[in-house]
């Protein structure tokens, strides 16, 4: 199948790959869009277990306060430079992030921080930030969420730390 410039232009949109990227992965799916979005999300998760030990020192505290302003959240995500921390992608995520906290209320950011810990009862999708469904895609969870930004920013992303206020609790 031709790999057509429009299918390039398209993935790219869709993914925020570059062109040389797009076009290989297009090429490897023979031409098949969502095989071609699988192969980059693969190249994405391997680029970002090599970034996982770079220093996050810059990024954003993003706060959500939900509608009647019964609920609030504070959250800190880190990257590695100024300039990432101001793109849309990374503002949208550390957003969708806040929202996350508000909606399905977690304790922990991760798994690697229950173990030994005792105190909370439940799955690691009730108790972990990281392990939880994406509430606006069920599909995928927080944790493949911040892969995706590190696939597009090429930069290292971490949730360093959040908090939630609930009236009456």
């Known amino acids: 199948m031709e790999i057509t410039t429009q299918m390039i232009k398209e ?6 790959a570059g062109v040389m990227d797009a076009k290989r992965a297009l090429e490897d799916a023979q031409g098949d869009p969502k095989r071609a979005k699988e192969i980059l999300r693969e190249k994405g998760v391997a680029a970002a277990a090599k970034r996982a030990d770079r220093e996050t020192s810059n990024g954003v505290v993003e706060s959500y306060i939900h509608a009647g302003g019964r609920i609030g959240v504070l959250v800190e995500v880190n990257c590695e430079t100024d300039f990432v921390a101001n793109t849309d992608d990374f503002r949208a995520l550390a957003r969708n992030v806040a929202m996350q906290i508000a909606a399905m209320d977690p304790k922990l950011i991760s798994p690697d921080e229950r173990a030994g810990n005792t105190e909370y009862e439940g799955s690691d999708e009730e108790v972990c930030l990281l392990s939880q469904p ?36």
């Open 11 to 16: 993935l790219r949109e869709e993914t925020g």
């Open 134 to 169: 994406f509430i606006r895609d069920p599909g995928r969870t927080i944790g493949q969420l911040v892969q995706d930004t590190v696939a597009k920013t090429g930069e290292n992303v971490r949730v360093r730390r959040f908090v939630r206020f609930e009236l009456g609790r």
